[in-house]
């Protein structure tokens, strides 16, 4: 069984900053991708950035120069630094993971950003 768990979230002012946890009941690196997404209220489920197993990243337009994914040293954790976060920011986010054709999802954290 596959699990994400996310821990990270909080309220935050905006220009500052947070940094998502995700960890993983697998290897990141037995995933083919993993990611994160975001939804606001009355909105759909978004990507905001991903990595593949061989470490190439991309990103939202919305984010890029402000958020980073990155894999963790102990290999079953990937992160989001975001910096700079701005009230449009707010959200749950979700970590996702593609494991040998199964996608599966985190329950989510809040992220609010006050103005």
């Known amino acids: 069984q596959v699990q994400l768990v996310e821990s990270g979230g909080g309220l935050v002012q905006a220009g500052e900053s947070l940094r998502l946890s995700c960890a993983t009941s697998?290897?990141?690196?037995?995933?083919?991708?993993m990611g994160w997404y975001r939804q606001a209220p009355g909105k759909q489920r978004d990507l905001v950035a991903g990595?593949?197993?061989?470490?190439?990243?991309n990103y939202a337009d919305s984010v890029k120069g402000r958020f980073t994914i990155s894999r963790g040293n102990a290999k079953n954790t990937v992160y989001l630094q975001m910096d700079s976060l701005k009230p449009e920011d707010t959200a749950v986010y979700y970590c996702y993971g593609n494991y040998w054709g199964s996608d599966y999802w985190g329950q989510g954290t809040q992220v609010t950003v006050s103005s």
């Open positions: 697998n290897s990141i690196f037995s995933f083919n991708a």
């Open positions: 990595i593949t197993s061989n470490g190439i990243t």
